[in-house]
């Protein structure tokens, strides 16, 4: 495969992203577009140059699209991913990967049979703060990790949950504040900590009206290391602040906004340090969701993230963040919801 041709499917408020992102992407063509919707559909098609269609089944039968994007309401994944697996083709999920673990498991099994390549979106991951955390992490620096801590203070207005039916809904939306926005930092700050093992949290609803998910959300959590750390979500909080991911360790400290380095100290100094230091301000920021899901949204991440899986793709090996790597966000949610809902601590 020298070129990788691409679908999208569900052309809403995140697909432009995605086609941003491939135009970007040298090896990658954006080749189709599907949304039931034939307006969006069509205007997809007209500003990006791609085949317009409203069935997905259709976009599957062409032999030039070899990947799909899945930019649907969450809990649709499963099904359509069972469809694009059938019909041979590759798939980067939006995120959540589906609106639980039930559900991710089908959807990985369906890939595994079908023998494609799954790759769930986590954008910030790619964003170059969280990338220095990993390094520095890997190479001890942190010493034993002590505290690992997300927080999510957003705003999303009223109209916002109002424009979308699936918007806020258990089955198409699988949670609130920490399954659709704070899921991004959650599945940063496991990345950086490493598996969970226990957690106890409590949920509400406490600024919005019509929705069957939290609005707020606190959780904490025990981590297999032995480190500890707190999760706070929220959407209900004006205006919205920039999301933080924090890594305390013995030996060092660090701190990531909005995907970019906002502190960055270690006992022992290194050279490197300097040139991460002055990067501090100038890093190619990702954007933030903190009161609007999109329009500070760049598409970096994603070229990075879909270029990394474009890549994979071509040399026939597994995507950085596959099925099992997205289901892990997934899981945490879901066993702090658990807790919410039981009063007790739940084990994962
Ligand atoms: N990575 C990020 O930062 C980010 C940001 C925003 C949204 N998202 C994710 O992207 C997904 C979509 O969110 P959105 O805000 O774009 O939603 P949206 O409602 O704006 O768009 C969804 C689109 O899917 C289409 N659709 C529905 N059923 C379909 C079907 N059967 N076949 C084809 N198309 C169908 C709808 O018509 C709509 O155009 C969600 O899972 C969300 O969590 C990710």
């Known amino acids: 495969?020298?070129?990788?041709?691409?679908?999208?499917?569900?052309?809403?408020?995140?697909?432009?992203?995605?086609a941003d992102a491939l135009s970007r992407i040298p090896d990658a063509k954006l080749v189709a577009v599907s949304d039931v919707v034939e307006k969006n559909v069509n205007a997809m098609a007209e500003k990006y140059g791609a085949v317009p269609y409203t069935d997905m089944h259709e976009m599957l039968k062409r032999d030039d699209v070899h990947a799909v994007s899945l930019c649907v309401p969450s809990g649709m994944r499963l099904e359509m991913a069972e469809a694009c697996a059938a019909a041979g083709k590759h798939i980067i999920a939006e995120k959540p990967l589906e609106v639980n673990c039930?559900?991710?498991?089908?959807?990985?099994a369906a890939v595994d049979k079908a023998g494609v390549r799954l790759a769930s979106i986590?954008?910030?991951r790619y964003a170059d703060g969280p990338m220095h955390i990993r390094r520095a992490l890997d190479e001890g620096?942190?010493?034993k990790l002590v505290l690992g801590d997300a927080y999510i203070k957003w705003f999303r207005s009223q109209e916002y949950y109002d424009s979308g039916k699936w918007r806020g809904t258990k089955k198409l939306d699988g949670g609130g504040a920490l399954m659709n926005q704070g899921i991004h930092q959650i599945d940063m700050l496991l990345w950086f900590m490493g598996n969970a093992k226990s957690v106890t949290a409590q949920t509400?609803?406490?600024g919005h009206t019509g929705i069957e998910v939290e609005d707020l959300a606190v959780a904490m959590i025990q981590f297999e290391s032995g480190a500890m750390g707190v999760i706070e979500g929220s959407t209900a909080i004006w205006p919205g602040h920039p999301a933080r991911v924090e890594v305390h360790g013995t030996n060092g400290s660090a701190v990531i906004e909005d995907g970019e380095l906002a502190m960055w100290k270690f006992q022992e100094e290194r050279s490197e340090d300097e040139s991460i230091l002055k990067s501090l301000d100038k890093g190619e920021t990702l954007g933030s969701g903190a009161s609007d899901p999109i329009k500070s949204l760049k598409s970096e991440g994603h070229r990075r993230q879909l270029a990394d899986f474009v890549e994979s793709l071509i040399a026939n090996r597994p995507a950085k963040i596959d099925g099992r790597e997205g289901r892990k966000a997934v899981e945490l949610i879901e066993a702090i919801y658990r807790s919410a809902e039981t009063g007790k601590t739940?084990?994962?």
């Open 102 to 108: 039930e559900r991710i498991d089908k959807l990985i």
């Open 141 to 143: 620096r942190f010493g």
């Open 1 to 18: 495969m020298s070129k990788v041709g691409f679908g999208i499917i569900g052309c809403g408020v995140i697909a432009p992203i995605h």
């Open 346 to 348: 739940v084990t994962l």
């Open 122 to 124: 986590f954008q910030y």
């Open 204 to 206: 509400a609803l406490v």
